[in-house]
Each structure stands twice: as structure tokens, then as C-alpha cells.
């Protein structure tokens, strides 16, 4: 079974940056479109950022410019920079790894608070 491993959350301040990183067990991270998710109190979840087998990114309006997703297959992996931070990005981020409808895995989730 496919389990998604995921670090880097945490506390900063406006405009400051953080380092997502979401780490593929069981599977291969190649095989998966990967994504990262965000979910703030009481809002939808909804796309930040994804990433295809071949290598299509898809970001929020709301990221552009400022997040980037990358994948690392030989680690295994995937990350998502973030940059000029503000405290609408508060929220927690969750990552994704979709293969199909029947393979769609999600992480537990990581909490990131911007401070103003």
C-alpha cells in the first residue's frame, strides 16, 4: 500500500519562505501525478500546485510566481517552495499522488502558519 510521507510545515513570517517536501512509500513517485493541496479553517480544500508523469505543472492563481513544484524520482519525492509568504497561505497542506480514480493517495497533512 502506497503512503505519503510529508515535512517541512511550520511557523514564518510574511514573506518569508518554507519548503514542502512529500516523500512516496511503498510506491514510485514517477508513476503519479503528485500535487499539494491546502485546506485553511473553515474553506474547501483546494488545488495549490501539480505535477505530472510528464512534467505539466498546474498552479492556484493565487501561487503563481510565488510556489513551485518539483519532483525528485530518484529520491522518490516531490516538493513544493514556497515563497513570499503571506497569511492567506495559512493552512494545511496536504499532498497527493493520482495515478487513477482507485489510486489516489493523500499525506496526513502539514500545518503552515504565515505570521503578519
Known amino acids: 500500500q502506497v503512503r505519503l510521507v510529508e515535512s517541512g510545515g511550520g511557523l514564518v513570517q510574511a514573506g518569508g519562505s518554507l519548503r514542502l517536501y512529500c516523500g512516496v512509500v511503498g510506491g514510485r513517485a514517477s508513476v503519479f501525478t503528485m500535487g499539494w493541496y491546502r485546506q485553511a479553517p473553515g474553506k474547501q480544500r483546494e488545488l495549490v500546485a501539480s505535477?505530472?508523469?510528464?512534467?505539466?505543472?498546474n498552479y492556484a492563481d493565487s501561487v503563481k510566481g510565488r510556489f513551485t513544484i518539483s519532483r525528485d524520482n530518484s529520491e522518490n519525492a516531490a516538493y513544493l517552495e514556497m515563497n513570499s509568504l503571506t497569511p492567506e497561505d495559512t493552512a494545511v497542506y496536504f499532498c497527493n499522488a493520482l495515478f487513477s480514480p482507485e489510486y489516489n493517495f493523500w499525506g496526513p497533512g502539514t500545518q503552515v502558519t504565515v505570521s503578519s
Open positions: 505535477l505530472s508523469k510528464s512534467g505539466i505543472t
